[in-house]
């Protein structure tokens, strides 16, 4: 039923791919979440979701181990909400895993800074 739902643009909108997707990648479905994902983002680049497909999005690929995709996405989910901490901080585990560590402790400082001012 879900991995029809990725490959039909008629079965939901760019805010509801977000639950499709989401809903995939709990059941272990990445590679359908990912298009799932890919698809909402198509329908609704400007969607109030947007952040959270791009967040959603990086965290599957992070997941699978596609650390300069998940970076990409993370900025995109940066861009769209500058100031939501969670983004920054798995930026910061991204550039952990890829030994980038000066970027990863900037990402973290950010991260903080962001939760300290909430």
């Not at 739902?5 to 990648?25: H, Q």
């Not at 590679?31 to 979701?49: H, K, T, V």
Request: net charge negative; charged share 20%; glycine share 8%.
């Amino acid at each position: 039923m879900f991995p029809d739902a990725t490959r039909e643009p008629s079965c939901y909108d760019a805010g509801s791919g977000n639950g499709v997707a989401s809903d995939l990648r709990t059941r272990g479905w990445a590679e359908e979440a990912l298009a799932a994902y890919e698809q909402a983002i198509r329908l609704g680049p400007n969607n109030a979701r947007a952040y959270y497909n791009h967040y959603n999005q990086g965290t599957v690929l992070q997941a699978i181990g596609q650390f300069n995709e998940a970076l990409a996405a993370y900025e995109r989910a940066i861009r769209l909400n500058p100031n939501d901490a969670d983004a920054y901080y798995n930026q910061g585990n991204v550039h952990q895993e890829l030994g980038r560590l000066g970027e990863a402790e900037q990402a973290f400082r950010k991260a903080r800074a962001l939760r300290s001012q909430s």
